[in-house]
T-cell receptor, first 117, second 111 residues
Framework: DAGVIQSPRHEVTEMGQEVTLRCKPISGHNSLFWYRQTMMRGLELLIYFNNNVPIDDSGMPEDRFSAKMPNASFSTLKIQPSEPRDSAVYFCASSLTPHGQGENIQYFGAGTRLSVL | SQQGEEDPQALSIQEGENATMNCSYK?????LQWYRQNSGRGLVHLILIRSNEREKHSGRLRVTLDTSKKSSSLLITASRAADTASYFC???????????FGTGTRLLVSP
């Protein structure tokens, strides 16, 4: 398997523009996570899906952020309108979440480095 | 914040030395994991220790867990320059699917 695939790897945009980040999870995984990483705030969970359903979006910073998972093999994170403070590295991760108290090992993509000017 | 704390924030050692990183967390957990992140890359899972385990080994890695103190340590023995990376602990609370990551330790191993 190719692992978690994110695109684009780098995105440079101007303030006010719409930004769409994409993620293809590992085939067979049933949970998908979007994270944001900055020097100041570290790694923050934005939202996660289980079986394509959003479970916890409490980390989504504002209404400008939205995420979708239309099927088991694709998810998007959209920022509209973008602001300079959204500049960060955005990671997608997937896992095969077990029932009960099993192991929950996450596999990360290479990330999208977003710069909003 | 539910984020775990790690110390030290940064660690600089010579090749061949051992590196120890510590992690503290706040809630009761199922498991604790350690991840590694090379510069410009995503996180990679290293090792998982269950809440009913006290110590676990994997190659040059040794992890300990003290649930009474809500703390864990990661020991890398005989370090190599290629071990240079940031290391994060992550916990999953009981009945939670999500992981809470620590603040990370930046390890620099000099040849």
């Amino acid at each position: 398997d190719a692992g978690v695939i994110q695109s684009p790897r780098h995105e440079v945009t101007e303030m006010g523009q719409e930004v769409t980040l994409r993620c293809k999870p590992i085939s067979g995984h049933n949970s998908l996570f979007w994270y944001r990483q900055t020097m100041m705030r570290g790694l923050e969970l934005l939202i996660y899906f289980n079986n394509n359903v959003p479970i916890d979006d409490s980390g989504m910073p504002e209404d400008r952020f939205s995420a979708k998972m239309p099927n088991a093999s694709f998810s998007t994170l959209k920022i509209q309108p973008s602001e300079p403070r959204d500049s960060a590295v955005y990671f997608c991760a997937s896992s095969l979440t077990p029932h009960g108290q099993g192991e929950n090992i996450q596999y990360f993509g290479a990330g999208t480095r977003l710069s909003v000017l | 914040s539910q984020q775990g704390e790690e110390d030290p924030q940064a660690l600089s050692i010579q090749e061949g030395e051992n590196a120890t990183m510590n992690c503290s967390y706040k809630t009761s957990i199922n498991n604790l994991q350690w991840y590694r992140q090379n510069s410009g890359r995503g996180l990679v899972h290293l090792i998982l220790i269950r809440s009913n385990e006290r110590e676990k080994h994997s190659g040059r890695l040794r992890v300990t867990l003290d649930t009474s103190k809500k703390s864990s340590s990661l020991l890398i023995t005989a370090s190599r320059a290629a071990d240079t990376a940031s290391y994060f602990c992550a916990t999953d609370a009981i009945h939670q699917q999500k992981l809470v990551f620590g603040t990370g330790t930046r390890l620099l191993v000099s040849p």
